[in-house]
């Protein structure tokens, strides 16, 4: 079957440090691979996507490299702020007939000042 | 302009009762869904349609039916509330055939069961 899992949270670091989200995936076929974001209160907003392997998705200076060799798509920010605090899922989606999208359980990140 | 809105964003009501959520999105897509985002913000597929079809229906109680009058619209009734129904729903969409499948969320419907 198809399955994300994302490192669990709360992860708390100080402003500008460096983040690393962990995300790995099964999956049938060849699925698409996101980062969505979701600000409190708010509904989910896509971050990047890779849709084949070895592409890198980047945005707002988080990025992240489809690895199909070890079903992987590592979310990295190299300095991170206050208003990055929010919580990160990893998804994937494939294609059955119509697209499904499977979310991991999400990571909440907290950037303190 | 809301692409995808949603209505209401608050819902409180006493269990066993009925109620339902709106969904509108004005992106042109041809498939919508609705997530349930429970409170330890797990996300859970429960419904797809693709041009008013249902095309997903996950493992979701009977009480819920999902209504699309045309492709713009999908709306989700839920009969006989329970507690356990309290939770976020989500609105998406997505364009068949482009975007692999990238979803465009509205800001969710907070149902809260007494």
């Known amino acids: 079957g198809n399955s994300v899992t994302q490192m669990e949270g709360p992860v708390t670091l100080s402003e500008e440090a460096f983040l690393t989200i962990n995300c790995t995936y099964t999956?049938?076929?060849?699925?698409?691979l996101f980062w969505y974001v979701q600000y409190p209160g708010e509904g989910l907003q896509l971050l990047l996507k890779?849709?084949?392997?070895?592409d890198k998705g980047s945005n707002k200076g988080f990025e992240a490299t489809y690895r199909k060799e070890t079903t992987s798509f590592h979310l990295e920010k190299g300095s991170v702020q206050v208003s990055d605090s929010a919580v990160y899922f990893c998804?994937?989606?494939?294609?059955?007939?119509?697209?499904?999208?499977?979310f991991g359980a999400g990571t909440r990140l907290f950037v303190k000042a | 302009d809301t692409a995808v809105s949603q209505t209401p964003k608050y819902l409180v009501t006493q269990m066993g009762n009925d109620k339902s959520i709106k969904c509108e999105q004005n992106?042109?897509?041809?498939?919508m869904y609705w997530y349930k985002q429970d409170s330890k913000k797990f996300l859970k597929i429960m419904f797809s349609?693709?041009?008013?079809?249902?095309?997903i229906n996950e493992t979701v109680p009977n009480r819920f039916s999902p209504k699309s009058p045309d492709k713009a619209h999908l709306n989700l009734h839920i009969n006989s509330l329970e507690l356990g129904d309290s939770a976020v729903y989500f609105c998406?969409?997505?364009?068949?055939?482009?975007?692999?499948?990238?979803?465009?969320f509205g800001e969710g419907s907070r149902l809260t069961v007494l």
């Open positions: 890779a849709t084949k392997a070895d």
């Open positions: 992106l042109g897509h041809d498939t």
């Open positions: 999956a049938t076929g060849y699925p698409s």
């Open positions: 349609y693709n041009n008013k079809e249902l095309i």
């Open positions: 998406a969409s997505s364009p068949l055939g482009r975007g692999n499948g990238e979803l465009f």
């Open positions: 998804a994937l989606s494939v294609n059955t007939g119509g697209f499904k999208t499977i």
